[in-house]
């Protein structure tokens, strides 16, 4: 009995120490992992030996398009549902997981709650850089919408170097001048943020709290991002930063949800996950900040 208490108490042990890595990974439904199965020693004078978990596996995942989607506060679902959707109608392929992140059913609650966003964050870094040692030719983009945008910059900033593809970014509930340089130093491809001056949401949030990272300044969805340093490096770096404008030429009426439409989302974003961005640097404008409504 003392023998098996001791093995019980060292298996425990070990459990821990993968508990956080396999929780994330299991969280988001990517992880396959080998059989457990171990041959029996014939000699029974034999102790039993240590068996040790086996380390998840994602070679599967090599060569796929991986699309990590953060909904918005109050426990959101359309951006998520919506390029699912799509995924089934165009016969992507994509591999589309939900990151969830909310814990409460209010969304000034959630806008605030900065250490649920932060832990999401951290779990979604992990599983990208544990997806990166098993498949890397596999894509990984990030598709956040409204305060989800902060968890997704925070797990870019907290991923490997160049692990992530692409973040983007819808109706941003993050301040205008968020900084940007450490995220963009972890992807391979950018950032492209969708705005809108029409969106009155954004405004409320501000208007009531804050952005997301306690900002009284007007979101990046609502007026698009701002460099305010003037160091060169900065400003090369932001030439990964792609800003698109709501107009009259996408469907809805520029309001919180335009840019997860479908007609929107088939129009804009599908074509990111297969094709790579201008080759020329785009032009950083500083848009007028528009007035409250």
Known sequence: ??????????????????????????LFGLMQAPAFGQPKKKNSKDLPKKVEPP??????????????VV?????????????GELNVERQLGLIIRSVPWCRHNGVFEDLVDVEAQT???VMLARSVATIRKDAPNSHIFFVAHSVGAHVALMAAERSPPKSVDRVILLHAAISCTY???????????????????????????????????????????????????????????????????????????????????????KKVLVPMFFCPPPELPPVIIKPKMPGAK
């Open 1 to 26: 009995m003392k023998f098996i208490s001791e093995q019980i108490m060292q298996e425990e042990r070990i459990m821990r120490h993968l508990s956080c890595l396999v929780f994330s990974l299991a």
């Open 55 to 68: 380390r998840p596996t994602f070679k599967h995942l090599d060569g796929r398009n991986i699309v990590f």
């Open 71 to 83: 909904d918005g506060a109050g426990n959101g679902s359309v951006a998520n549902e919506h390029l």
């Open 119 to 121: 832990h999401a964050a």
């Open 179 to 265: 900084d940007l340089t450490l995220a963009l130093k972890n992807t391979r491809m950018g950032i492209d943020n969708f705005w809108s001056s029409e969106d009155a949401i954004l405004d409320a949030m501000v208007q009531h709290k804050s952005t997301a990272d306690g900002r009284k300044v007007p979101a990046a969805g609502r007026v698009g991002f701002q460099l305010a340093s003037r160091d060169k490096k900065d400003i090369e770096a932001y030439r990964a930063v792609r800003q698109y404008r709501w107009s009259e030429e996408y469907a809805g009426s520029g309001g919180h949800l335009a840019w997860i439409l479908c007609h929107n989302m």
